[in-house]
């Protein structure tokens, strides 16, 4: 947002309505040993000076979009953005908004928070979905709490895969440090284990049972035998998802799944370095009284109009803190906006076309690499557009060859799993181009 400073004029009028003479006056109340460290400034630049010196140091970064080509993934991806999403989220209306407890003056807000719910219920197969979460992590950490609160504490064991995001995992561990619940299955050092083979874990103590869809390696499972037998056993399952996937593949909904959670960035937010991003939480009806976050309906009102508001927010605001669904303060709201405009403006032929250009491509990519000598595909299992490709060295060497090469390579799993120090995840998108690929290829052909 350009920052517009207050001319002298208007800030001596500020000083003469508060009541002090100078802006050190201002801070009297602070001591003066305290007040103004050294912070060993350089002198002030005009906003002319200022702007050419900011550019010169952003010069340096190194970008997916002007300096480097990109094949990591591992939870954050690089997509196409049609210039509108960027467009409307820089509205005024929209970029200084606060939270819309007044329904009667935040009717824009309200609405694209509603299509957003509409939008991610219809993409996941659930009934309902709340207003956003921070990010997949916290989403994911949230489905805990609402299983736990779903049996009131009267079960504390969690089921989760290893091939869950690990970043995910620990988040969850996090959240329930202090909760005495019991987590098995999480075990790094068995990331090859099957849906199937999870079901042994499951009994009648079990809260919640935790998967990847496609999982962190990329690999494509039907989770619909384990549940079932979750089910069986009373547990609630939820399904960490990737919304681009959910265009080619069967929805969680459609398996049978309670919950099902995930990072919205590959829809209309990119990579920025890390974040902002955003976290999608959808589930059934029934346990929309235990979800965390923000609700917003759609509803009639006294003239007989169409209206939303703010249906359900059962947070510690509101009522007494124990009873509370959640701690969080507020939801993603502007990076949600986004997201509705980038699935709007794509529609769901244009989303099935990106996602289609991702399978073909990532399953190019992995047959030609697979073609060099000493590299090769580490699982058999089908895979959407991210694959672990084993290397004749570790994945550390592999991604430095490749950085001087001016290529971003995949994520090294080596990071997470203490035995997959030779495995690279590599992640292809629409934005990665045949030629693209080939470079690739011929770099790591160059490198053995």
Request: proline residues 5%; negative net charge.
């Amino acid at each position: 947002m350009t920052y517009i400073p207050i001319s002298p004029a208007e800030r001596d009028a500020m000083l003469k309505t508060v009541g002090v003479k100078s802006l050190d006056d201002l801070f009297e109340a602070i001591p003066a040993k305290h007040r103004f460290p050294d912070l060993n400034l350089p002198p002030a630049l005009t906003e002319m000076e200022a702007g050419a010196h900011l550019g010169d140091m952003a010069s340096s970064n190194e970008n997916v979009r002007e300096h480097l080509i990109s094949f990591l993934g591992a939870g954050a991806y690089h997509h196409y953005i049609p210039s509108v999403v960027d467009h409307i989220l820089r509205r005024g209306e929209f970029y200084t908004a606060y939270t819309p407890y007044q329904p009667e003056i935040s009717q824009g807000t309200l609405q694209a928070i509603f299509e957003y719910q509409s939008l991610m219920t219809n993409l996941t197969g659930m009934e309902v979905s709340n207003a956003s979460h921070y990010d997949g992590a916290t989403a994911t950490a949230e489905a805990v709490n609402l299983a736990y609160a779903q049996f009131r504490g009267k079960r504390k064991k969690i089921v989760m895969s290893p091939t869950v995001h690990p970043q995910y995992r620990e988040v969850i561990r996090t959240y329930t440090q202090a909760m005495g619940l019991e987590e098995v299955g999480d075990d790094a050092s068995n990331h090859e284990v099957t849906p199937e083979a999870m079901i042994s874990l499951i009994d009648e103590s079990t809260m919640l049972v935790v998967v990847q869809y496609p999982d962190f390696f990329g690999r494509i499972f039907d989770y619909k035998k384990l549940i079932d037998a979750a089910h069986e056993k009373g547990a609630l399952v939820c399904v960490v998802a990737n919304p681009t996937a959910l265009l080619m593949l069967k929805s969680p909904g459609e398996m049978g799944a309670d919950i099902v959670v995930g990072e919205a960035q590959p829809f209309g937010i990119p990579l920025w370095y890390g974040g902002p991003y955003l976290g999608f939480f959808t589930t059934k009806k029934s346990y929309v009284h235990k979800m965390a976050g923000r609700l917003v309906g759609e509803t009639v009102d006294a003239r007989g109009n169409r209206s939303y508001v703010l249906t359900l927010t059962a947070r510690e605001q509101h009522i007494k803190r124990e009873r509370a669904t959640s701690n969080i303060c507020t939801n993603q709201g502007l990076l949600a906006l986004g997201c509705s405009v980038y699935m709007s403006v794509l529609g769901k032929q244009g989303l099935q076309e990106v996602a289609n250009l991702c399978y073909q491509k990532a399953h190019y990519a992995a047959a030609e690499l697979s073609k060099i000598d000493g590299f090769g595909l580490c699982h058999v299992e089908p895979f959407f557009h991210e694959f672990v490709l084993c290397c004749p060295k570790p994945a550390s060497e592999v991604n430095q060859y490749l950085l001087d090469n001016g290529i971003l390579g995949g994520y090294d799993l080596g990071k997470d799993y203490p035995d997959m120090q030779n495995h690279l995840l590599v992640a292809v998108t629409e934005m990665n181009s045949k030629d693209e690929i080939d470079s690739l290829v011929e770099i790591l052909k160059e490198m053995k």
